[in-house]
């Protein structure tokens, strides 16, 4: 008579001769159990648990400090001041007293007496000679030269930079961490970057005295030279004079004609300064360290103050967690106490027919760790 916990196959049903035999899961499956008579064992053990874990310190993270430096310096080509241009000069012409020639002087006249020696013809008699006046070309006068005149450059006091300054550091003294039971020592945490002294220097000093702009000379003059001579007059037959004497003697010297002075001069003056050149930026130099600023580099100056790398907590312990149970065709495996150890060996049980008939396919569960054997015969 069939009852609980005992097969009851039926007179209908004979033995499988197959799908016997011993199939081990050792994670989650499925198995099937055929058509026919069996007997079915379930044997294994459950999962594995885990010990605890104590919580571990953790930190922020460390930040170490990046470099900075001093503001770039820019700089210019050396400043070139135009020169100054004139207007050209023109020389003043020379001007002279009206020329008043000389007279003619004779010496006295003396009546000849009359003596009978052999007639001698008197002499031919002219009119007083006046001679022409030279006339001459315009002088034009060289205009005088001068050297180039380089003016002096002008010179600088140098620029001393001012020197950066900081905030005070703070520091930390050593102290014991009840929580960690550990003892830190203390540490200094420097003071930031505050700001630069001003720079000192660089002022005008003067300048270097120009060179050049002397006087040279004068450029050779033209003009000048004898042009000729106007025609004399007078001096024409007029008669014969009776007598002797009343011959000509001289003639007094002239007067005038000397210089009596030169026209001003035009020109030459004050017309202006032709614009300077250079003292422009002419570009920068590559700076050093990746601090390019457009200019000249700025120097190292420091280090900003590391951030981070204190601590920051603890993280809670993991408590210990026992293993998970296996089970199979109603047959539970217990897991193992928590502490990481395998679960105990559960021995082979004998199922229920009525609780998994056969023509069927049953889920087997097995956790981490476990594992189930289930022999069919």
């Not at 011993?22 to 159990?33: D, E, K, M, S, V």
């Not at 031919?124 to 000679?129: F, S, T």
């Not at 590559?286 to 190292?300: F, T, V």
Request: without cysteine; glycine residues 20%; aromatic residues 14%.
């Amino acid at each position: 008579m069939a009852g609980p916990g005992k097969p009851n196959f039926g007179l209908e049903k004979t033995w499988r001769a197959s799908g016997t035999g011993t199939q081990t899961f050792n994670a989650p499956g499925n198995f099937t159990l055929p058509y026919g008579r069996h007997q079915i064992t379930v044997a294994g053990r459950g999962g594995t648990g885990s010990a605890a874990v104590p919580g571990n310190d953790y930190f922020n993270p460390y930040y170490p400090g990046n470099p900075y430096y001093n503001p770039p310096v820019p700089f210019y080509n050396p400043y070139v001041p135009g020169n100054t241009n004139y207007n050209p000069y023109v020389p003043g012409n020379p001007i002279y007293n009206p020329f008043v020639p000389g007279n003619p002087i004779y010496n006295p006249y003396v009546p000849g007496n009359p003596y009978y020696n052999p007639y001698v013809p008197g002499n031919a008699i002219y009119n007083p000679y006046v001679p022409g006046n030279a006339f001459f070309n315009p002088v034009i006068p060289g205009n005088p030269i001068y050297n180039p005149y380089v003016p002096g450059n002008p010179y600088f006091n140098p620029v001393v930079p001012g020197n950066p300054y900081y905030n005070p550091g703070t520091y930390v003294p050593p102290y014991y961490d009840a929580g960690d039971q550990a003892f830190y020592p203390g540490y200094f945490i420097p003071g930031n970057y505050a700001g630069m002294n001003p720079s000192t220097g660089g002022n005008y000093a003067g300048t270097n005295p120009g060179s050049g702009g002397n006087y040279a000379g004068m450029n050779p003059s033209s003009g000048g030279n004898y042009a000729g001579t106007n025609p004399g007059s007078g001096g024409n037959y007029a008669g014969t004079n009776p007598g002797s004497g009343g011959n000509y003697a001289g003639t007094n010297p002239g007067s005038g004609g000397n210089p009596a002075g030169t026209n001003p001069g035009s020109g030459g003056n004050y017309a202006g300064v032709n614009p300077g050149s250079g003292g422009n930026p002419s570009g920068t130099n590559p700076g050093s360290g990746g601090n390019y600023a457009g200019q000249n580099p700025g120097n190292y100056a420091g280090m900003n103050s590391p951030t981070g790398g204190n601590y920051a907590g603890t993280n809670p312990t993991t408590p210990a967690v026992p293993g998970v149970p296996a089970s199979a065709l109603g047959v539970n495996l217990p897991g193992s106490t928590p502490g990481g150890n395998p679960a105990p060996l559960t021995p082979a049980t004998l199922i229920s027919y009525y609780n998994n008939p056969d023509n069927a396919t049953y889920p087997v569960s097995v956790p981490s760790g476990g594992y189930v054997t289930i022999t069919s015969s």
